[in-house]
């Protein structure tokens, strides 16, 4: 069993739907929990950290499930430029940093 | 700030070569990483270091070295190349331990 899986899609929606992606991890003694976006052929780049109490950027909302070991993020209000992968990602302490696979997004106008 | 910068692009080795793999950075971080992405897996961890002489092995050292004897350089050795080991190589640094920035990647083709 992977220690960080996610649905690797893709997701095809149009322009202004909401989209939710959900992330689950196996080592419950992870510390922390982000989202980074890795467009096609680019490097991966932190979109937002992940906390209990839940976290809010504009049109993108993260939320983390410590009983039920799943993270999950939701996009408002697609735009076009939202297309890319979100890469899920656990930190279990020490320098073990563990990366999902990934989720790829379609948004279509 | 350039943040991570790494070279080459592009290459493509014979099974056998040899070659170096290059990143700086210049945000004066601490640690320093080097990860592999295949198509469809996620990041791999080769090898990290926690500051200038001090490196460590991460989830897949084999057929990998590296050396970190300043603060902004963290070069990979790919000794005996070997078509395991085409992939795409990234770079990281970061000050905390966890939110890490990555250098554009460069594509290694082994033949």
Known sequence: RKEVEQDPGPFNVPEGATVAFNCTYSNSASQSFFWY???????????????????EDGRF????????????????????????TYLCVAYTGGFKTIFGAGTRLFVKA | NAGVTQTPKFRILKIGQSMTLQCAQDMNHNYMYWYRQDPGMGLKLIYYSVGAGITDKGEVP?????????????????????????????????????????????????T
């Open chain 1, 37 to 55: 976006r890795q467009d096609c052929r680019k490097e991966p780049k932190l979109l937002m950290s992940v906390y209990s109490s839940g976290n």
């Open chain 1, 61 to 84: 909302t993260a939320q983390l499930n410590r009983a039920s070991q799943y993270i999950s993020l939701l996009i408002r209000d697609s735009k076009l430029s939202d297309s890319a």
């Open chain 2, 62 to 110: 084999n057929g990998y070295n590296v050396s970190r004897s300043t603060t902004e350089d963290f070069p990979l050795r790919l000794e005996l190349a070997a078509p395991s080991q085409t992939s795409v190589y990234f770079c990281a640094s970061s000050q905390l331990s966890y939110e890490q920035y990555f250098g554009p990647g460069t594509r290694l083709t082994v």
